[in-house]
């Protein structure tokens, strides 16, 4: 089997535009391209469970620091997508490992956004539906396909001035990440968020179901046996149940220049 490593890419080229302090390398055995950052930058770890607010905070908290922000989920989403449309059997662990080594994934930033492309395609608009969702978190338990996916990241953020967010960036991915977040909030005020988006994108939904959901990812992203959701015992918890995604990003932003300014000494 081709080594699942090179097979994911992670292509922050499009990142020069808001990004100012940066370089870029490119390894063209694996065609990966990474954005290397000066020294100083932080790595900022962002994790929560679903609805906790991760993504649109980890973008704004990118965009007033200038640094890149990547997406975990989107990986796991790119491999639970792919997988529905191959029909692979969401009970083989094996298939969806193999499926995991052979996809090739770019991330690109487009205008401070992400885009996800599977096999040169663009699934971005396509990897937020709720089948999208389980199948991710079922793909999300299977350490084949996790090992690839960590690889990649840990690649993309070593260099610093990056926001990732996931479920296990300073748990496992970055345990040494300059800034640890838990970001946290009710499991009902997770579940209107969720909600209130699917109704945006008109996508009904009865409130209790998607409770129930919620509860039931979470579930499944605590008590998988590997790289469960977890706060890492130096992480800052942030409950944002009554703050929205700008306040909460300000405050990550304050907790960031701390951490900066004591590193300069
Ligand atoms: O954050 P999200 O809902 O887009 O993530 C999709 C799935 O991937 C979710 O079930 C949790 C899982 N995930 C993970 O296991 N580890 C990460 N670092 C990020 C996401």
Redesign the pocket.
């Known amino acids: 089997m081709e080594q699942a490593s090179a097979c994911l890419h992670l292509n922050f080229a499009a990142l020069a535009k808001f990004k100012t302090k940066q370089a870029e390398a490119c390894s063209t055995d694996t065609g990966i391209f990474i954005a290397l950052n000066m020294a100083s930058e932080l790595i900022i770890a962002i994790d929560g469970p679903?609805g906790s607010g991760?993504?649109t905070v980890a973008r704004r908290v990118a965009e007033l620091l200038g640094y890149t922000h990547l997406?975990?989920?989107?990986m796991?989403?790119a491999v639970g997508w792919k997988a529905l449309i191959e029909n692979i059997p969401l009970d083989s662990p094996g298939k969806l490992a193999a499926l995991a080594s052979r996809v090739r994934i770019d991330l690109v930033a487009l205008d401070g956004k992400q885009r996800v492309i599977l096999d040169g395609e663009d699934i971005t608009d396509r990897i937020r539906t709720t089948e999208v969702?389980h199948a991710?978190?079922v793909a999300?338990v299977v350490p084949g396909v996790?090992h690839p996916m960590v690889e990649e990241q840990r690649r993309a953020g070593e260099q610093g001035g990056v926001v990732m967010?996931?479920?296990?960036?300073g748990s496992v991915?970055f345990p040494h990440a300059d800034l640890k977040i838990y970001l946290d909030a009710s499991p009902e005020v997770r579940a209107g968020r969720r909600w209130q988006e699917l109704r945006e994108k008109g996508e009904g939904a009865d409130p209790q179901t998607v409770l129930a959901g919620v509860h039931e990812?979470d579930r499944?992203?605590r008590e998988r046996k590997m790289?469960p959701?977890v706060r890492a015992a130096d992480a800052v918890l942030v409950d944002n149940s009554a703050m929205d995604a700008e306040e909460t990003a300000r405050v990550i932003v304050l907790l960031a220049r701390e951490k900066s300014k004591a590193a300069a000494g």
Request: glycine residues 8%.
């Open positions: 679903v991760k993504s997406d975990s989920g989107a796991y989403r969702s991710a978190s999300a996790r967010e996931g479920r296990d960036i991915v990812r499944r992203d790289s959701l």
